[in-house]
């Protein structure tokens, strides 16, 4: 199942035998302990992973060159930030030169481009011959081809980036001059089109001639990778220096259509894979973070949005303030749009998980869901500033993946609560008075609306969620970059890189 993954690694591999990095992005262990090394200073990391991996079974790690390849496998557009020379043009170059070949478009940014230049040449000799404007805009291979290399995307004048927000989309029909509709990517056999993105920016105030990438911009790439935390080891270094300069290399056009109808392929096989019901419900859950008690619109995201929340004033009444870390104060929901990267990734990490590990669940579950998760909400999911400086996390991963075990911490006690109920009125159809009893013995799992909201959802989608059974095999996992000694029904959570 899924044996496409091992023939594009061994591509990627071998086309980018000089480009050494080992770094794991994420560790998996069926039984064991699913890890992430955020921090690539750390000492011994080889020595720790091999140690685990000798002891778990169905174990595996996932480089920086494999999550790429999971990221195409999506369908999602990758911004790569990080320290100049820090290897992300090479890194992109080299996954897109290894699948597409030639068939990759490449654009260096500047700040004197304009949208339109990006994305079509106008042949002036249609105009003269008596042709319409439209007529004569030719779109490029930005437009045309599976996937495109916007290099150095920061230095983008914001009117570009206005421009390219519906090319980012990939959903829209983009406009250009003449009125001339165009749909940038390539059409799929299940009527869909896919366009990888990939964007290179180097993000900090020390650069000159940059512009800030906006919040707008950001939410358009399902997932942000910071290589400065994925950097080549110290062994790795010293095997691309005796390797001689990596420079990234295109395959034939044979090989490259080989790749790309071997890649599209396993991209559509993902979009039917199943999620299990308890994934389901959670990723409910997580668009239902903004309900509040103590604001009178109910709504904190509406208050945070017209500066209008502050959890120490705010929570200072609500049942759930100084509980799971007043995580309900300083987190706030996901979009629409996230939850579709999400489910997105979390579906082709599944894919990787079954072919790596054929007697692991068949289905995606909340363990895949939280393993890719912190690389896709690092830049989406809102959560305060204070909360995340007075924990000293090591980056907005780490932030990222305490955040998620609390919800999660919360989101398991309110399913076990409503059962509880159920049980209790011997009725599956809850009271609004047996939903403020289920809080009144335990306000901690959250306010009455977050509760009304999940009830309805489990019960509207055939209660199927409230099996207590659904549940098991999701609460005995570790991960490994977010704050010490701090406990969760998914496992205790450490720091790790962070003084």
């Known amino acids: 199942m899924y044996d496409e993954f091992q023939y594009l690694f061994d591509v990627i591999e071998k086309n980018m035998d000089r480009y050494v990095n080992s770094?794991?992005?994420?560790?998996?262990?069926?039984?064991?302990?699913?890890e992430r090394f955020i921090d690539s200073s750390i000492k011994n990391i080889k020595d720790i992973f091999k140690e685990q991996e000798r002891d778990?079974?169905?174990?595996?790690?996932?480089?920086?060159?494999?999550?790429?390849?999971?990221?195409?496998?999506?369908?999602?557009?990758?911004?790569?930030?990080?320290?100049?020379?820090?290897?992300?043009?090479t890194l992109a170059q080299g996954v897109l030169g290894s699948i597409f070949g030639s068939g990759y478009a490449f654009r260096q940014i500047d700040n004197a481009m304009m949208g339109p230049d990006l994305l079509r040449d106008i042949n002036f000799n249609t105009i003269k011959s008596g042709g319409t404007l439209s007529d004569a805009v030719v779109t490029t291979s930005a437009v045309n081809a599976a996937a495109i290399l916007l290099d150095e995307i920061n230095r983008a004048d914001p009117r570009l980036l206005n421009f390219l927000q519906n090319f980012l989309d990939k959903k829209g029909r983009i406009t250009l001059e003449g009125g001339k509709e165009v749909v940038s990517g390539v059409k799929l056999d299940d009527g869909s089109i896919y366009h990888a993105i990939i964007a290179t920016g180097n993000v900090g105030e020390e650069y000159t001639g940059v512009y800030a990438i906006d919040k707008a911009t950001k939410s358009r790439f399902g997932i942000v990778l910071n290589i400065d935390l994925f950097r080549p080891s110290y062994e790795d270094g010293e095997k691309m220096n005796g390797n001689g300069e990596y420079i990234p290399k295109r395959v034939d056009d044979e090989s490259s259509k080989s790749n790309t109808k071997l890649l599209l392929a396993l991209h559509q096989q993902i979009k039917n894979i199943k999620m299990d019901d308890a994934l389901e419900y959670f990723l409910a859950y997580l668009t239902m973070l903004n309900n509040c008690y103590a604001f009178p619109e109910g709504d904190k995201g509406i208050a945070k949005n017209n500066n209008m929340f502050n959890p120490q004033e705010t929570c200072a009444t609500c049942p759930a303030a100084n509980v799971f870390d007043n995580v309900c104060g300083n987190v706030f929901a996901i979009s629409t749009r996230t939850r579709e990267d999400l489910v997105k990734m979390t579906k082709a990490f599944a894919a990787l998980r079954m072919y790596k590990d054929p007697e692991s669940e068949k289905k995606a579950t909340i363990k895949d869901l939280l393993l890719i998760a912190p690389?896709?909400?690092?830049?989406?999911?809102?959560?305060?500033?204070?909360?995340?400086?007075?924990?000293?996390?090591?980056?907005?991963?780490?932030?990222?993946?305490?955040?998620?075990?609390?919800?999660?911490?919360?989101?398991l006690n309110s399913w076990r609560e409503i059962k509880a109920a159920q049980e209790r009125t011997q009725s599956e159809d809850l009271r609004l008075v047996d939903l403020i009893e289920v809080l009144d013995k335990n306000p901690a799992i959250g306010t009455l609306q977050q509760i009304q909201a999940l009830y309805?959802?489990?019960?509207?989608?055939?209660g199927k969620g409230m099996k207590p059974e659904l549940i098991r095999g999701h609460t005995e996992s570790t991960t490994e970059f977010g704050p010490s000694n701090t406990k969760s029904s998914y496992g205790t959570t450490k720091k790790i890189g962070v003084e």
Request: hydrophobic share 35%; net charge positive.
């Open 456 to 462: 309805n959802y489990l019960k509207n989608t055939g």
């Open 56 to 89: 778990a079974k169905g174990s595996f790690t996932v480089n920086v060159k494999e999550f790429m390849l999971l990221s195409l496998v999506a369908g999602e557009n990758v911004l790569l930030i990080g320290d100049t020379g820090n290897g992300k043009t």
């Open 375 to 411: 690389f896709v909400l690092a830049e989406k999911m809102q959560i305060n500033r204070e909360w995340k400086e007075k924990r000293k996390f090591g980056s907005e991963y780490s932030a990222v993946e305490q955040a998620l075990n609390l919800e999660y911490d919360r989101f």
């Open 23 to 34: 770094t794991p992005v994420i560790t998996y262990s069926r039984e064991g302990k699913p």
